[in-house]
T-cell receptor
Framework: NAGVTQTPKFQVLKTGQSMTLQCAQD?????MYWYRQDPGMGLRLIYY???????DKGEVPNGYNVSRLNKREFSLRLESAAPSQTSVYFC?????????????FGPGTRLTVT | GEDVEQSLFLSVREGDSSVINCTYT??????LYWYKQEPGAGLQLLTY?????DMKQDQRLTVLLNKKDKHLSLRIADTQTGDSAIYFC????????FGQGTELSVKP
């Protein structure tokens, strides 16, 4: 089991460019999440998908879009990158195999927008 | 609204106990979690506690929950240099709300 995988690991964009961050999980989890991590602010939820075919906004959705392509994959798109989107992005998934609903995290994508 | 607060830094000597504290606001949380993040890596679940428990022990880790004061703590006994990391508490009133993280530095 690879768990949660993310690509790319690093990315540098110019202001106004677009890109898609990819995430996949092989644990048959229903729910998937995108967070951003900024110094001193913990993790903030951008979007989540409680199940295949559904997506909902989290705490900081502006400037992002998501697609739950199938049960395994959940992508995050930046249509027009801004320097304020420089951050580390984490994808996570959770299931109901254990009642604690613990989330499993990917290794992160470090994005710099210049 | 929902909020989780942690102190940002803790420094201890190797072999001492570490206590990381967290306060939360949502009394409907069913589970509370402690995650560990090592440098350059994602978060890994360390332990969790169900809201009807006061204490949970797991090897060197002890979690204490005071529901009346909405206070959660993580005690690491015999702290080692490998425990140096950022520790996040999180609550779940539906979807995870994370604290800012406490950076634990263990000095030899």
């Amino acid at each position: 089991n690879a768990g949660v995988t993310q690509t790319p690991k690093f990315q540098v964009l110019k202001t106004g460019q677009s890109m898609t961050l990819q995430c996949a999980q092989d644990m048959n989890h229903n729910s998937m999440y995108w967070y951003r991590q900024d110094p001193g602010m913990g993790l903030r939820l951008i979007y989540y998908s409680a199940s295949e075919g559904t997506t909902d906004k989290g705490e900081v959705p502006n400037g992002y879009n998501v697609s739950r392509l199938n049960k395994r994959e959940f992508s995050l798109r930046l249509e027009s990158a801004a320097p304020s989107q420089t951050s580390v992005y984490f994808c996570a998934s959770s299931g109901q195999l254990r009642s604690s609903y613990e989330q499993y995290f990917g290794p992160g994508t470090r994005l710099t927008v210049t | 609204g929902e909020d989780v607060e942690q102190s940002l830094f803790l420094s201890v000597r190797e072999g001492d106990s570490s206590v990381i504290n967290c306060t939360y606001t949502d009394s409907s949380s069913t589970y509370l979690y402690w995650y560990k993040q090592e440098p350059g890596a994602g978060l890994q679940l360390l332990t969790y506690i169900f809201s009807n428990m006061d204490m949970k022990q797991d090897q060197r880790l002890t979690v204490l929950l005071n529901k009346k004061d909405k206070h959660l703590s993580l005690r690491i006994a015999d702290t080692q240099t490998g425990d140096s990391a950022i520790y996040f508490c999180a609550e779940r009133p539906g979807k995870l709300i994370f604290g800012q993280g406490t950076e634990l530095s263990v000095k030899p």
